[in-house]
C-alpha cells in the first residue's frame, strides 16, 4: 500500500494557483503599467506624424472595404428583424426609428470594434512582436529611443483616429442598408421611416458612438502593444500573441460597450421623455 506523500497534492495544485495569480494579478498590473507609459509618452515631443499616417493608411486599406461589407448585411438584418417584431405590436410607424437607432447606437461601433481588433491590432501586434523577438527593441533602448513613443503611440492613435471615420462609415451604410430592406421587402414608406427616425434619434446618440469608436481603437492599440512587446518563444509565440490579442480585445471591447451604453442611458435622457 502506497502512501502519498504531504507535500505531494500541494506541489501539483502550485501550478494552478501560480497561473490564476498571473491571471487575476500579474497581467492586469502590467497591463496598467504599460498603459500608463504610454499615456506619459503620448504627450513627449515631437509626435511621429509620419509613422502615425503611414499606419493610419495601412489601416484603412486593411479595412474600409471589409467594414462596408459586414455594415451591409449587418443593418439588413436588423432592419428585418426589427421591422417583423414591431409589426407583429402594430407600431410599423416606428420601424425606421427603432432599426436606425439600434445601428447608430450599438451596431456601428461593435462593427468598427471588430474590424479595427481583428484587423488592425492583429497586424500591430504580429509588427511589434517581430520586432521584439529580433530584438529590434531591445536595441532601440540601448540607443536611448523609446519604442513606445516611436512605435506605439502613433499605432495607437491611428487606431482610434480610423475608428472614428469607420463608425461613420458602417452608420451611413447600415442605415441605407436598413432603409432599402425596409422599405422594398417589407412594405414600409419612405417618409413614415424619415419622420419615426427624426423624431426619435438625437445628436447625442451620434456623440455616444463616435466616443465608443475611439475608445475601442485606443484598447485596440493598448492590447496589441502589450501582447506584441511580450511575445516569446520566436515566430510560434508571436502567433500565440496575435490570438490572444484578438481574443482580449474582443472582451475587452464588450465590457466597455456595455459600460458606456449603461452610463449613457444613465445620464442622457431619451427624445421626448
Known sequence: MTTARP????????????????????????????????????FKWPFQWREF???????????????????????????????????????????????????????????????????????????????????????????GINPLHRLVVP?????????????????????????????????GTPGAYLASFSGMAQLPDLYQAEFKAFVFGLTAGLVAAYKGLNAKGGPKGVGDAVNQTVVLTFVLLFLENFLISTIYFEFVPAKGS
Open 7 to 42: 507535500g505531494a497534492a500541494s506541489s501539483r495544485l502550485r501550478p494552478v494557483a501560480d497561473g490564476a495569480v498571473n491571471l487575476l494579478i500579474k497581467e492586469p498590473g502590467r497591463f496598467f503599467g504599460l498603459s500608463l507609459d504610454i499615456f506619459r509618452a503620448l
Open 53 to 143: 499616417i503611414q499606419q493610419a493608411w495601412f489601416i484603412v486599406g486593411v479595412t474600409v472595404i471589409p467594414t462596408a461589407l459586414v455594415a451591409i448585411p449587418f443593418g439588413a438584418v436588423l432592419a428585418l428583424q426589427m421591422g417583423g417584431l414591431i409589426r407583429q405590436m402594430g407600431a410599423q410607424s416606428y420601424m425606421g426609428a427603432t432599426s436606425v437607432i439600434a445601428i447608430v447606437r450599438e451596431a456601428s461601433p461593435i462593427v468598427t470594434a471588430l474590424l479595427i481588433a481583428g484587423a488592425a491590432g492583429s497586424a500591430m501586434c504580429a509588427d511589434l512582436g517581430a520586432r521584439k523577438i529580433r530584438e529590434e527593441i531591445d536595441a532601440m533602448e540601448v540607443l
Open 155 to 187: 499605432r495607437m492613435m491611428a487606431c482610434a483616429f480610423v475608428a472614428l471615420f469607420l463608425n461613420g462609415m458602417v452608420s451611413v451604410v447600415g442605415i441605407v442598408g436598413g432603409y432599402v430592406f425596409n422599405v422594398m421587402l417589407q412594405g
